[in-house]
């Protein structure tokens, strides 16, 4: 590999990572957003209200992921339900498990405050929803249809 070909892998890693950021930015929003409603608004159970609005970002980031940050690798419309289910699985599963698990520790044991505790949580599960979404969701050789 020559030093180029090395600084555009880097350079596409970079860039690849900051959409994803900034759509899980947006995502940070959607979930504490529907956490609220569930919680504050319904009067659900916290780790109820957790589980829900994890999968209502869940779903907001995959389009977003789709449309947006690994656009280059979504290989038509018919793959997108199995992208989506791909992306349910491994950082859905991951989002999820992570959130309910911190959430009890956060919330339940330690007392914190339900959203800044789901700030926490988020942040923790962000770095392996990445590496997710870029080798099981969108690999190439995958989203190819």
């Not at 350079?11 to 947006?26: C, D, E, P, S």
Request: charge should be positive; glycine fraction near 8%; aromatic fraction near 12%.
């Amino acid at each position: 590999m020559t030093i180029r070909n090395s600084t555009q892998k880097w350079t596409r890693l970079i860039r690849r990572l900051l959409k994803f950021h900034m759509v899980g930015a947006v995502g940070i929003g959607v979930q504490l957003c529907f956490l609220f409603l569930f919680k504050t608004v319904l009067h659900l159970n916290y780790l109820l209200a957790t589980g829900l609005a994890v999968e209502c970002a869940v779903l907001h980031n995959f389009l977003w992921h789709e449309h947006f940050t690994w656009a280059d690798r979504r290989g038509g419309r018919s793959g997108m339900l199995r992208r989506l289910l791909r992306f349910n699985f491994s950082t859905g599963l991951i989002s999820i498990v992570g959130n309910l698990l911190l959430m009890r520790l956060l919330v339940g044991s330690l007392h914190l405050q339900y959203m800044l505790a789901n700030i926490l949580t988020i942040g923790s599960c962000s770095l392996a929803n990445f590496w997710a979404s870029d080798r099981v969701v969108f690999q190439p050789e995958i989203s190819g249809d």
